[in-house]
């Protein structure tokens, strides 16, 4: 796979790699069916409410709710744009290029569709990228070399809660929890690898990301805060890389979240592609505050081979 994590080498920053375990068939068995949302609750409100609900807040952390609810409700606004003629263009020159060629293409590619980010973004910055194909199932998008990750890994045999425990200590970093006690602005998606354990009863891992934000009036990432917490790090996508790309609405659950990467791979294997992407792991990205009823935007992600 052309989509391995390498750490961010900047001399301030605190890296790791991430452990991966394979065995993506066993992931119904290893990873629980629970119907308490998962990361976008997670944007303030997993490892904060208590197992049945709102009413069962705890003490310690009402505080810390009161914080996060504050900072998400401002972080996203709402906004809009459109696709523009360069980028068209740009994937026009993507899809007929050699090899020789591609990287290049993806980043001319790319640098168009950073100028019409998404309407999912809602405003805050997220990574550009470029729409190679769309079909009724998935998209095929294409990004560029070096994206700046702030992340942590948690293994645990359920998603909520190590979802929830890895928000909460990128939470606390962007919050201030760094070496320059400095906010960090937020940013989309919230993104999560998830390596199934290799059997029923055995952990899996999960790697929690942010976005590292543009430097303002750039499309260059800022060089992150140096993290204080030794289980954070920073961490760069080395390659130009494919995603194969399935969205859903709603409020994003485990089994929700297995039931569309099943159907994700499903649909490639349907077009001729069972070999053609990375089966033994996946991705969820979450573009949305916990606040926002309507209109929202969960994928989930198959790295091409």
């Known amino acids: 796979s052309p989509f391995i994590f390498q750490p961010h080498t900047d001399r301030r920053t605190r890296h790791r790699h991430a ?22 609750l997670a944007f303030a409100l997993v490892a904060l409410l208590a197992p049945h609900g709102a009413s069962a807040i705890r003490p310690s952390i009402a505080k810390t709710l009161g914080s996060a609810t504050s900072f998400w409700s401002s972080a996203f606004s709402s906004s809009s744009s459109s696709s523009s003629g ?3 263009a740009a994937v026009t020159a993507l899809s007929s290029s050699g090899s020789g060629a591609h990287d290049a293409a993806v980043g001319a ?43 942590t890994v948690v293994t645990g045999m359920a998603y909520d809660d190590a979802v929830g425990v890895g928000f909460m200590r990128l939470f606390k970093y962007i919050s ?17 690898r998830v390596v199934p354990g ?18 303002p009036g750039s499309s260059t990432q800022i060089d992150p805060p140096a993290p204080t917490d030794p289980a954070v790090f920073t961490e760069v996508d080395p390659q ?5 790309v399935r969205h ?43 606040f926002r009823p309507l209109g929202r935007h969960n994928e989930v992600w198959f790295m091409q081979a």
Do not use: Q
Request: with cysteine; proline share 9%.
């Open 248 to 290: 859903f609405p709603g409020y994003e659950t485990e089994k929700t979240l297995l039931h569309e990467a099943a159907a994700l791979g499903a649909a490639l294997e349907a077009d001729g592609k069972g070999g053609g992407f990375v089966a033994d792991h996946f991705f969820f990205a979450g573009y949305d505050s916990p």
């Open 240 to 244: 130009p890389f494919t995603a194969y």
């Open 176 to 192: 201030g929890e760094n070496a320059e006690k400095a906010k960090v602005p937020m940013t989309a998606p919230v993104r999560v």
């Open 86 to 88: 360069d980028e068209a």
């Open 109 to 151: 590619a790319v640098a168009a569709a950073a100028a019409s980010p998404p309407w999912f973004c809602h405003g805050i910055d997220c990574p550009a990228f470029t729409t190679l194909a769309t079909s009724k199932a998935y998209d095929t998008r294409a990004y560029p070399a070096g994206l700046v990750w702030t992340s």
């Open 198 to 215: 290799a059997g029923p009863f055995c952990e899996s891992n999960f790697t929690i990301s942010f976005f590292v934000p543009f430097t």
């Open 19 to 40: 452990h991966d375990t394979p065995g993506i068939e066993t992931m119904t068995r290893s990873m629980r069916s629970a119907a308490a949302p998962t990361i976008v």
